[in-house]
């Protein structure tokens, strides 16, 4: 079992910052791509950031030069710095990982989602 806990969500201002983090712990063999996405009311889940196993990254058009996705391979956890927030960027953001994983002996390759952490930018 993997499970990926997320922290840094909060209240801010238009124009201020945040710093999203998302750790990977469980019973995984290694970690392929991690991103983030999130989720406005009423709206459906979007993809925000995305970065591959050797560092590529992938940025919805929103967020592309404001926000920065990185990670740390040893510690298996994956950032989004957030700049110059907006309004619209308000939503639950939900980390996510696929990861190599030993189930009954075979390695398979499965999706995992966090628990979402609220950002909600202020006018």
């Known amino acids: 079992q993997v499970q990926l806990v997320e922290s840094g969500g909060g209240l801010v201002q238009a124009g201020g910052s945040l710093r999203l983090s998302c750790a990977a712990s469980g019973s995984l063999f290694s970690i392929n791509a991690m991103g983030w996405y999130r989720q406005a009311p009423g709206k459906q889940r979007e993809l925000v950031a995305t970065i591959s196993s050797d560092g590529i990254t992938n940025y919805a058009d929103s967020v592309k030069g404001r926000f920065t996705i990185s990670r740390d391979g040893a510690k298996n956890t994956v950032y989004l710095q957030m700049n110059s927030l907006k309004p619209e960027d308000t939503a639950v953001y939900y980390c996510?990982?696929?990861?190599?994983?030993?189930?009954?002996?075979?390695?398979?390759?499965?999706?995992?989602w966090g628990q979402g952490t609220q950002v909600t930018v202020s006018s």
């Open positions: 996510n990982a696929n990861a190599d994983v030993l189930r009954a002996g075979r390695l398979g390759q499965y999706n995992y």
